[in-house]
C-alpha cells in the first residue's frame, strides 16, 4: 500500500473533533505507512491525543493565523505539509473546512481530488473509494493513477479513533502565509434551543407537509404543531429534517412552521444524514424522501394512512395514529422524566 499523509485541523481551543478522529480510523484501517499533518494555533496537544494510532510521522503547522479557517492560510498549510510528506494518497474529513481548501491544493500540486467518499478498501496493492451519486442513488467505487490523490471522507461513516493518547514528536513545517485579506472577528451562531440542525444527534426527526393541513375537525392547527414539534426537540435535542412538500410551502403563500427551512430539507433534493434512528411524522414516504433516510439505521414512522408507502417495507415500525395525539402524550412522557 503507498504512503498515506491524513490531514487533521484543530478546534478553536486545540482538539480534535470528531470526524477528525474518524478519518483517523479511516487511515488505519486502510493499511500503509500513514503520516499525519495537523494544522491548527496548536498542535501538540492534539498530536499528544492521538499519539497511541501509531502514526509514523507527525508534521505540524502551527500559528495564530492558522488557528482560523480561512482558505488561504489553510491552502498553504496543506500544500506545505503534502510536499514535506511526499505521499500519493491524502485523506481529510469532510468538514467544510477542508472542503473548501483542499480542491485549490490539488490544482497546486497537479492533483486530482473526490469528495464524500464513505468507505475505502484496498484491492492489489491500490486504493478505491465508494461514493454516491445521482443523489445517493447510485453508489460507485473509483480509483485513480493520478498522484496526489485528494480523498475528502465523509463523516459517520467509520467509528472515531478512541485509543490512548501519549507523547509524540511533531515536525513542525515552515509555511510562508503572507498577510491574509480575511480575518475572523468572530462566531455568530444561534442559540443552543434555537438550534434545530444537529448533525451528532442520536435522533432525526422528520416533519411533513401534514403539519401544516386541517386536521380531524376541519382546522389548522400551525401554532400547536409548532409548540409539540420544538417541545419535543429541546427535550431530546434531536436534529430537525424535512421534507421539500413542508419547506416548499413558504413560497406559496400557505401556512408554515417557522423555523422550518430549506437547510432542514432531507430528500432526493436535500440532505442525506446519518443518525442512528429515525422517526418520520406527517410525511407520506415517496421514494424522494425514503433517498434521504437511505443511511438511517432505524426508521420510525407515524401516519394516519396504513397503506402509506412507509408501510411497505421502507421504516423498520410504522404507528397508524394522528401525529398530534402520538407527540403530545410523547412530550407528555418526556416531561415526567
Not at 141 to 159: A, E, H, I, N
Not at 172 to 186: E, M, S
Not at 295 to 302: S, Y
Request: glycine share 12%; aromatic share 6%.
Amino acid at each position: 500500500m503507498e504512503p498515506i499523509l491524513l490531514l487533521m485541523h484543530t478546534g478553536a481551543d486545540g482538539t480534535l473533533g470528531k470526524a477528525a478522529l474518524e478519518s483517523l480510523s479511516a487511515a488505519l484501517a486502510l493499511g500503509g505507512q500513514v503520516t499525519v499533518g495537523l494544522v491548527g494555533g496548536q498542535v501538540q496537544a492534539a498530536a499528544g491525543r492521538i499519539a497511541g494510532a501509531g502514526a509514523v510521522r507527525m508534521l505540524g503547522v502551527a500559528g495564530a493565523e492558522f488557528a482560523e479557517p480561512r482558505y488561504a492560510t489553510d491552502a498553504a498549510a496543506a500544500e506545505a505539509l503534502c510536499r514535506a510528506a511526499g505521499a500519493g494518497l491524502v485523506l481529510a474529513a469532510g468538514t467544510s473546512r477542508w472542503a473548501r481548501a483542499l480542491p485549490g491544493v490539488a490544482y497546486r500540486l497537479n492533483g486530482r481530488i473526490d469528495t464524500h467518499a464513505t468507505a475505502l478498501e484496498e484491492t492489489n496493492s491500490v486504493p478505491a473509494v465508494t461514493r454516491w451519486y445521482y443523489r445517493q442513488r447510485i453508489e460507485a467505487v473509483l480509483t485513480r493513477s493520478q498522484r496526489p490523490w485528494f480523498v475528502l471522507l465523509d463523516p459517520r461513516c467509520w467509528p472515531a479513533w478512541s485509543g490512548p493518547g501519549g507523547t509524540a514528536t511533531v515536525e513542525l513545517v515552515d509555511v510562508a502565509a503572507g498577510a491574509p485579506r480575511t480575518r475572523v472577528t468572530g462566531i455568530r451562531a444561534p442559540q443552543t434551543d434555537q438550534q434545530t440542525i444537529r448533525p451528532d444527534a442520536k435522533l432525526l426527526f422528520v416533519a411533513g407537509a401534514g403539519w401544516t393541513k386541517k386536521q380531524a375537525d376541519g382546522a389548522v392547527h400551525g401554532v400547536e404543531a409548532a409548540s409539540l414539534i420544538l417541545d419535543f426537540l429541546g427535550k431530546t435535542q434531536a436534529s430537525l429534517g424535512g421534507s421539500k412538500s413542508l419547506v416548499d410551502l413558504s413560497g406559496e403563500g400557505q401556512a408554515v412552521l417557522p423555523f422550518m427551512t430549506h437547510m432542514n430539507q432531507v430528500g432526493q433534493t436535500g440532505s442525506t444524514p446519518r443518525h442512528p434512528k429515525g422517526l418520520s411524522t406527517c410525511c407520506h414516504g415517496e421514494e424522494p424522501h425514503v433517498v434521504g433516510w437511505r443511511f438511517v439505521m432505524e426508521r420510525r414512522a407515524i401516519n394516519l394512512d396504513a397503506n402509506c408507502v412507509w408501510a411497505r417495507g421502507k421504516a423498520d415500525v410504522v404507528y397508524v395514529s394522528d401525529a398530534f395525539e402520538v407527540m403530545r402524550k410523547l412530550n407528555e412522557i418526556l416531561r415526567g422524566r
